[in-house]
């Protein structure tokens, strides 16, 4: 069974603060991904890697930083959190592949900053 | 009962009917769709995929059609349950090893008992 974990389901944090937000999977996936979740707007990719060490920017990078020294982690950072990045934030791993793989979701950590 | 999930709309059917959820994709080199389940306070789950060479494909009580003309594709649950109310979202696969995929924002489904 394909498991993907985040390490909090919710955090609360103030302005200004730096925030680390951990991600592991188990499947031996090439693939990780970094989004957030806003209501009515969908699913949007914050960062990606395709391998250790790896990373590409997403859509909406502004405000976060990623590291994937492990094959099975990805983190996303918050240099210095704003109220702005109050928000869902899910985490998910595929195959590398020519074709579309499926995308596993860890369970999301729900981010407050006040 | 049929609704568009691009905007959050809310789908309500009574249990044991069955429910259609929609969604316009929006690029005509997708190759792979996927629709996902989402219940409160969860990830998103798989449902069921489908490749651009086929139309159709079906699972233990859903179905997927996919209209590459129109770029539709769509989720029919049969015989609705309470365990099905979820928000439902497909999402596109648009190219390339990095397996880009973009999601739809949703469709609220809720079940009557």
């Known amino acids: 069974d394909v498991k993907v974990t985040q390490s909090s389901r919710y955090l609360v944090k103030r302005t200004g603060e730096k925030v680390f937000l951990e991600c592991v999977q188990d499947m031996d996936h090439e693939n990780m991904f970094w989004y957030r979740q806003d209501p009515g707007l969908g699913l949007r990719l914050i960062y990606f890697?395709?391998?250790?060490?790896?990373?590409e920017k997403g859509d909406i990078p502004e405000g976060y930083s990623v590291s994937r020294e492990k094959k099975e982690r990805f983190s996303l950072i918050l240099e210095s959190a704003s109220t702005n990045q109050t928000s869902m934030y899910l985490c998910?791993?595929?195959?590398?592949?020519?074709?579309?793989?499926?995308?596993?979701f860890g369970p999301g950590t729900r981010l407050l900053v006040l | 009962g049929e609704s568009v999930g691009l905007h959050l709309p809310t789908l309500s059917v009574q249990e044991g009917d069955n429910s259609i959820i929609n969604c316009a994709y929006s690029?005509?080199?997708?190759?792979?769709f996927i629709w996902y389940k989402q219940e409160s306070g969860k990830g998103p789950q798989f449902i069921i995929d489908i490749r651009s060479n086929m139309d159709k494909r079906q699972g233990q009580r859903v179905t997927v059609l996919l209209n590459k003309t129109v770029k539709h594709l769509s989720l029919q649950i049969a015989a609705t349950q309470p365990g099905d109310s979820a928000v439902y979202f497909c999402a596109e696969n648009i190219g390339g090893n990095n397996n880009d995929m973009r999601f739809g924002a949703g469709t609220r489904l809720t079940v009557k008992p």
């Open positions: 998910a791993s595929s195959l590398l592949s020519p074709r579309g793989e499926t995308q596993y």
């Open positions: 890697s395709y391998d250790v060490k790896m990373k």
């Open positions: 690029n005509s080199a997708s190759d792979y």
